[in-house]
């Protein structure tokens, strides 16, 4: 079965659409990458998105106009990956845009933004959506849902096998070995904390808005790295806690990013020196690297490292990563025959072929989930009249 998988993550830059073959189902389906293409949302598309995403009060009609656009771009995304129309089922994330974890006396909840009627309806193609919300029902923190994914797809390995995804935020799969005595083990993963948001926010901030990324990690690789910083960083009650957890730009937004940029401008004074951009993103840049580094120090130690995600770019934070995780063998997820771009949104598509066919796709020792359940919400389109 050809299935379309779309995914826009935290950083709200894009859509990811992958188009992929499934057979022999369903634990681990066998797999071919038919087609794959990255649409890029409109730079005012994108800012509004973001700005909701960390709390910008919006009326209700807005948010609807918000919903309406989102769906569309993600239509757009589709025919552009799809342009003969050869899946038979789209499994769509959707865009974030407000991620609440569980806490002690609060049910977890998380808004992905879309309309998912209408997206089957301008694709004339079942679409299922609204992936997050049974685990959340259950108990579960609704993310990461990708891991039950990678292992799935990446399959075992002689040792412990990790990969990590550098989107918005860092998330970590654990996957156990295919032998010895951790092989009955369950797959893990949680999200870290910040991998791109932070970075992203700098560089507009720095640029009055007229760039939005370091490319390649190139101003932050001019800078020197605040260890002090880090390590005081690294404390945080978010990056103590154990898994599961997940994140988003509710907590590692525009509001933080003025925080660790107060930190670094007192400390620098302290040196009797400003604060230089190219210092600031360096240590936002090696802080993302720790924060991933720090969570695998904490066991079973993983024999390799797969990196995927739109953070495989930044030379400085792939080399903050190989100096922070040592023991470990750090190389690109494409390596394996899935893109750095394609791992999400290919999950995905997993996930609504796995709805399909009735298979759980969250994982309890994961989320936190009291049960595995099957994700997801199937919408069907009416055809179209004819002439």
């Not at 935290?10 to 634990?27: E, H, K, N, Q, Y």
């Not at 959506?129 to 399959?155: F, M, N, S, Y």
């Not at 107060?262 to 360096?282: I, S, V, Y």
């Amino acid at each position: 079965m050809v299935v379309l998988g779309l995914m826009s993550g935290t950083s709200a830059d894009g859509v990811d659409a992958v188009l992929v073959r499934f057979s022999r189902c369903c634990p681990r389906p066998r797999w071919r990458i038919l087609a794959s293409r990255f649409s890029a949302y409109p730079d005012p598309l994108r800012q509004e998105l973001v700005a909701v995403g960390q709390g910008a009060l919006r009326s209700s009609a807005a948010l609807l106009d918000l919903a309406e656009a989102v769906t569309e771009a993600q239509a757009a995304a589709a025919r552009a990956c799809d342009p003969q129309g050869l899946a038979e089922l789209v499994g769509c994330h959707g865009q974030t845009i407000w991620h609440r974890p569980p806490a002690q006396r609060r049910r977890g909840a998380s808004w992905q933004l879309l309309q998912g009627p209408l997206l089957a309806q301008l694709l004339q193609r079942p679409v299922v959506h609204d992936l997050r919300a049974a685990d959340l029902a259950l108990g579960g923190e609704g993310a990461p849902l990708v891991p039950a994914a990678d292992e799935a797809l990446i399959g075992r390995t002689g040792g412990w096998r990790a990969l990590l995804n550098l989107g918005g935020i860092a998330n970590l799969t654990l996957i156990p070995p295919g032998q010895g005595p951790d092989r009955r083990l369950p797959v893990r993963g949680w999200d870290c904390g910040p991998a791109n948001t932070l970075l992203d926010l700098a560089v507009a901030r720095f640029t009055d808005g007229r760039e939005q990324v370091d490319a390649g990690g190139a101003w932050a690789s001019r800078g020197r790295i605040d260890e002090d910083a880090l390590r005081a960083w690294l404390q945080e009650p978010y990056f103590q806690r154990s898994a599961p957890k997940s994140t988003g730009r509710e907590l590692f937004g525009q509001s933080d990013l003025e925080r660790r940029l107060t930190w670094l401008e007192r400390a620098a004074r302290e040196r009797g020196q400003a604060l230089e951009p190219a210092d600031a993103l360096a240590t936002l840049t090696a802080f993302s690297a720790a924060v991933v580094a720090q969570d695998l120090a904490r066991g079973p130690r993983p024999v390799e490292l797969l990196v995927a995600g739109g953070g495989t770019r930044n030379r400085l934070l792939m080399a903050e990563l190989q100096r922070r995780c040592r023991g470990m063998i750090v190389r690109p997820l494409a390596e394996l025959g899935i893109g750095e771009s394609q791992r999400e949104a290919m999950a995905f598509a997993l996930l609504a072929w796995w709805h399909r066919h009735g298979h759980p796709g969250n994982a309890p020792s994961i989320t936190g989930a009291r049960r595995r359940a099957v994700l997801g919400v199937r919408a069907e389109p009416t055809p179209e009249a004819g002439p």
